[in-house]
């Protein structure tokens, strides 16, 4: 079996998804078999494994900075958030239900089982695994049943290292307070303390992590790591945007606005837009925030029907219509895709009361349907014009075309070979939508299209060939970037006493 180790957080958003990225890097670039784990992640900003299993976008990065291809035993339960203490259960890539607050400590036990399972799988495959918990391992509340952070530590013999957030403070308490709630047996799993996003010089904290160490039962700090600005790697989860909504560019430039809905999933998918220079990507939730911007993208979700009403309570429908015809494309992916139609319906029940009909934007001309069999491909799509596009679909919902035109046809979904029309658009090209979400990856069509509404471009950024799946300057880019904050992380911490942890 595996050696292993495991990265635990005093709090959601503390760093682990990155640093558990940083760690599957220097250990890859070692020449060492290194896989990711986590048990359990509850996010709607999921991924596709090459045989079509649905599991966290985390662990789908942190695989790739391995340098390894995602499979669904690296994450066996992801829970999609769904509102009203409701969520989707994925099991081992598919989803098999939903579960309710009152009775997810029951499923816990059987879900624990496949979290063993799908471990012991993995850990047979590589020769180290770097594994993520969720949230704090000292919810007190919630350690009963715990399927995903010490229990899960204890059953792959990982020494656990707790990471806490020094930018937003008080993090010596956090890390001590952390160890106090927890029990002695559980104590002792904790090995080193790692202090994350620091800003500034390590040495203007003088002796605190010696006095740390007194104060958290002799528990050393085994590295300070740099806040570091503009990495162009995924978030696990939209807690990255919950930002103050910001005003309308006043730069030259392209302006995009992407709507921000309440189970808004995969917006990762919009980093390369706004990495582009020139272009200026807002995520709006007010009409007021609108402002005039070149395109408006309504995004992913896991709830259309919830969300699409949520629109309409904010008016944003309207300020959407208006700034369309004040000269604005709008695009829609996946859900978004499914809002911009004529009607969605859900006759069986599968986002809202059997039998649901909402009207959609009536921006394109087509109907969506919901249906049970949730389709989840690793997809390429052909455009007219012969460019070959790679992404990935995750949805519910078949869409009808009603005399419209399709954006392109799927030419191969999990590896095997279909010819099946995708996405629609309007005469103008002003109005698309489609299924494929990380379209925007595929360097040729992003380009495109942002020269499409106003974007210059440097002239070396000319398209040079049709058949070209352009997605891999997207990637390469992303490489760059896993060396960067492997680079970074293994000069901040004390690699040498993490790998002796490792070694046990």
């Known amino acids: 079996m595996a050696r292993a180790i495991m990265l635990l957080g005093t709090h959601s958003n503390a760093g682990k998804s990155l640093l558990a990225t940083a760690f599957c890097r220097i250990l890859a670039r070692r020449g060492v078999r290194v896989a990711p784990f986590k048990a359990q992640n509850m996010s709607n900003n999921a991924g596709v494994t090459p045989e079509g299993g649905e599991m966290g976008r985390a662990q789908i990065v942190q695989a790739e900075a391995a340098g390894i291809p995602p499979h669904t035993d690296m994450n066996p339960v992801l829970l999609k958030p769904e509102g009203n203490r409701r969520s989707q259960i994925v099991l081992n890539g598919r989803a098999v239900g939903h579960i ?78 952390t160890l ?62 919950e930002e103050p909504e910001p005003a309308a560019a006043a730069a030259p430039g392209v302006e995009i606005a992407v709507i921000h809905l309440p189970h808004i999933a995969n917006f990762d998918e919009f980093d390369e837009l706004a990495a582009e220079p020139g272009v200026h990507l807002r995520y709006v939730r007010h009409p007021a925030g609108l402002g005039r911007p070149h395109a408006i993208i309504l995004p992913g979700t896991k709830v259309t029907l919830a969300d699409l009403a949520w629109l309409r309570e904010r008016g944003l429908d309207q300020a959407i219509l208006t700034a369309h015809r004040e000269g604005a494309t709008v695009v829609g992916i996946c859900g978004g895709y499914q809002m911009l139609g004529q009607t969605l319906a859900d006759p069986l029940g599968i986002e809202a009361p059997a039998g649901t009909v909402a009207p959609g934007l009536g921006l394109l001309p087509v109907t969506t349907e919901f249906c049970p069999v949730k389709q989840t491909h690793q997809a390429e799509l052909r455009l007219e014009d012969g460019q070959l596009l790679q992404g990935y679909e995750i949805h519910a919902g078949e869409t009808t075309l009603h005399q419209a035109q399709p954006l392109g046809t799927l030419v191969r979904r999990s590896g095997r070979p279909v010819s099946i029309p995708d996405g629609a658009r309007s005469p103008d090209g002003r109005v698309w939508g489609t299924y494929l979400h990380g379209i925007f990856e595929n360097e040729s069509f992003r380009r495109e299209w942002l020269r499409s509404l106003g974007w210059p471009g440097p002239e070396s950024m000319e398209h040079t060939g049709v058949e070209e799946a352009s997605a891999t300057t997207a990637r390469r880019l992303r490489e760059q970037e896993y060396d960067r904050l492997a680079d970074a992380v293994e000069t901040a911490v004390n690699w040498q006493a993490i790998e002796a942890l490792i070694e046990g």
């Not at 790692?194 to 002796?207: E, S």
Request: with cysteine; glycine share 8%.
């Open 100 to 177: 309710e607050a009152a009775n997810w400590f029951e499923l816990k036990r059987m879900l624990w089982d496949e979290v063993r399972a799908a471990y012991d799988r993995l850990a047979a495959r590589f020769d180290v695994i770097v594994l993520e918990g969720a949230g704090s391992p000292a919810e007190i509340n919630l350690k009963q049943g715990d399927i995903v952070n010490l229990r899960m530590a204890r059953h792959a013999q990982a020494p656990c290292l707790l990471v806490g957030d020094i930018d937003r403070g008080g993090v010596f308490a956090a890390l001590a307070g």
């Open 180 to 241: 106090f709630l927890l029990e002695p047996h559980e104590r002792a799993q904790i090995r080193g303390f790692l202090i994350n996003k620091f800003r500034g010089d390590p040495a203007l904290l003088g002796d605190a992590t010696e006095r740390l160490r007194e104060r958290a039962f002799g528990v050393p700090t085994l590295g300070i790591i740099p806040y570091l600005p503009d990495l162009q790697i995924p978030d696990e989860d939209a807690v990255a945007l």
